[in-house]
């Protein structure tokens, strides 16, 4: 286990404390008839526009910024924009990243804090083909295994947990390689590329399936981060645009056909190659892992010990050198719901 005091130091704690009680005063004169100021705030997601940033665009969309005193830009996100270069560099406020890489980069020196966990059940699988002859984990021994490089330590540990050795292939944005029967197995998120292999003509029937949280390899994905110091300094601000979220993912999930709308415009605005079903799919399944049925955990909240965990399993794979450098990586507020 991991010391608290080395994560949190108790002088941050309680610094942080009295800053979200200054908030709290702060909040109560706002309510009280004093005018409240409008703050321009810049969010870039860690991907291109889809139904997985739905909770987001409805925020915009539909107010619940603007009653939280936020003018918020969406910027677009991708692999030519990184949101974690964004984040660094100071062109945006917050940004939206999986759990993983922002302890990457808190290791590299970059010190994000997780203000909001979104995404509690990790959506990261492997998709092989049954004709190719893998019908259980221990088929993979030897196989050829394509994984993203940024989100490689969840395969590598599924992969290193059940002793297999297989030749790992660097997957790029496309399932081609696997599709042409280039490698045995790919990786895929369950709510995007998943949809997108059963569209080309296989169907459910014909894969084989490893959802890694099934594995004991639950990454909490999404998150809400931003730098430590806006963390510090300003917790009004970053309390406001992490409400103000998850109102849009409620709304969303009430409303999905409003959301696909704001998600639709988005797409249609960026020129994207993607039709309402596969929104509607990922949206659906964005749901289930933003609020799984089997936890009753309030959305929003990352667990001490799920970052213990992660931390652990990135340590293990040589992905990061030390997990008490991570100082205030996590915002130990004990509920943003």
């Known amino acids: 286990m991991i010391d608290d005091s080395v994560l949190f130091p108790i002088s941050f704690r309680v610094r942080l404390a009295s800053l979200f009680l200054s908030m709290g005063c702060l909040l109560l004169l706002c309510s009280s008839g004093q005018a409240q100021e409008v703050r321009l ?7 291109s526009p889809q139904a ?49 890489r922002a302890l990457i980069l808190r290791s590299q020196g970059v010190p994000v804090v997780n203000v909001g966990q979104i995404v509690q059940r990790s959506a990261l699988m492997l998709v092989a083909k049954k004709s190719s002859g893998v019908l259980s984990p221990i088929d993979l021994r030897g196989r050829r295994i394509s994984v993203w490089p940024e989100f490689s330590a969840q395969p590598l540990a599924f992969l290193r ?20 029967g280039g490698v045995d197995a790919a990786s895929a998120m369950w709510y995007n590329e998943y949809h997108t292999i059963l569209n080309s003509g296989l169907d459910e029937s014909e894969l084989t399936t490893f959802l890694l949280a099934d594995y004991g390899l639950n990454f909490p994905e999404d998150g809400l981060y931003c730098l430590e110091n806006l963390a510090l300094n300003d917790p009004t601000l970053v309390r406001a645009f992490v409400q103000a979220s998850l109102e849009g993912w409620r709304y969303a ?19 994207l190659p993607t039709n309402r079903v596969h929104q509607k799919w990922m949206l659906d399944r964005m749901r289930d892992v933003i609020l799984p049925p089997e936890s009753d ?20 794979s040589g992905s990061i050198t030390d997990i008490t450098a991570h100082r205030i990586f996590y915002d130990p507020r004990p509920s943003i719901d």
Do not use: C
Request: glycine residues 6%; charged residues 25%; without cysteine.
């Open 161 to 180: 947990r059940l002793h297999l050795d297989v030749e790992v292939v660097p997957q790029g944005y496309s399932l081609n390689l696997f599709l042409m």
């Open 297 to 316: 955990k309030p959305m929003g909240l990352l667990e001490m010990d799920e970052y213990e965990f992660v931390a652990t399993e990135l340590f293990e």
């Open 253 to 271: 999930f009430d409303h999905p056909e409003e959301a696909l709308d704001a998600v639709m415009e988005r797409v249609r605005q960026a020129n």
């Open 52 to 100: 997985q940033f739905a909770g987001y665009f409805v925020a915009k969309d539909n107010g619940m910024y603007e009653r939280h005193g936020l003018d918020v830009e969406i910027l677009r996100g991708g692999p030519d924009n990184p949101a974690s270069e964004a984040l660094a560099k100071g062109e945006a406020e917050f940004a939206s990243l999986f759990l993983s």
């Open 41 to 47: 705030v810049r969010f870039i997601p860690h991907w």
